[in-house]
């Protein structure tokens, strides 16, 4: 975790690494109060497979992360759809839109992020417990953590899902998620906001003593 700042100017100039951001993470499944000070992500958009491949076999920050974690995990992600902004930028360029294709069949992850207003963070948080609790009680959610740039204000949630089926049921039949969904509209609690869904295509390593994808 001592390392996050010192990784940062690395990380900008890393050849291929279009878009990317240090994250810390949470205890909870979902955006939570709480901190895990041992655990932290890297969310990394890249240009081509191979500036992936050069990074993890001869950066310094891979180097580093890999000699001193007692476990790590990495998936490879293709973007499906995305809606919204992360920084003022689209992440994954105008391209992929946000609107849903077919069921891609299989596994699904889910990124949602967001900066809190000020004035909303006190309704936010306390909304975060029944979400959780949802989060949960999913059979079909694979694996899912808290993740955020800033303390409180700027925050995520990763997810992996058994299929785009299971996604739904979470996002349109669990009473507290629906019910947060439309406080947020309505009471504006966001100042930017972002969701994307992706199909992973490959993963390593184990998050809590296995791989959620295997």
């Known amino acids: 975790m001592r390392y996050m700042a010192?990784?940062?100017p690395v990380l900008r100039s890393t050849p291929g690494l279009s878009f990317w951001r240090l994250l810390g993470s949470g205890r909870g499944t979902s955006m939570s109060l709480g901190a895990d000070l041992r655990r932290w992500a890297l969310f990394a958009v890249w240009r081509e497979e191979r500036a992936l491949e050069e990074f993890l076999k001869s950066s310094p920050v891979a180097a580093r992360w890999r000699r001193e974690a007692r476990e790590s995990w990495q998936v490879r992600l293709t973007p499906l759809t995305s809606r919204g902004r992360w920084g003022g930028v689209e992440p994954f360029g105008p391209g992929i839109g946000g609107t849903p294709g077919p069921d891609p069949g299989g596994p699904v992850a889910v990124l949602t992020r967001a900066s809190i207003r000020p004035s909303r963070l006190v309704p936010f948080y306390r909304s975060v417990p029944g979400v959780d609790?949802?989060?949960?009680?999913?059979?079909?959610?694979?694996?899912?953590?808290?993740?955020?740039?800033?303390?409180?204000?700027?925050?995520?949630?990763?997810?992996?899902?058994?299929?785009?089926?299971?996604?739904?049921?979470?996002?349109?039949?669990?009473h507290a998620h629906r019910g947060v969904v439309g406080r947020t509209r309505a009471e504006n609690w966001y100042s930017e906001e972002l969701f994307a869904r992706f199909v992973p295509y490959g993963s390593e390593g184990t998050w809590n003593g296995a791989d959620p994808l295997a």
Not at 147 to 174: C, H, I, K, N
């Open 133 to 174: 609790r949802l989060l949960r009680e999913q059979d079909g959610c694979l694996a899912s953590v808290g993740v955020g740039e800033w303390p409180l204000a700027r925050q995520a949630t990763f997810s992996l899902w058994r299929d785009a089926g299971a996604v739904r049921d979470f996002a349109y039949r669990g």
């Open 6 to 8: 010192f990784d940062r």
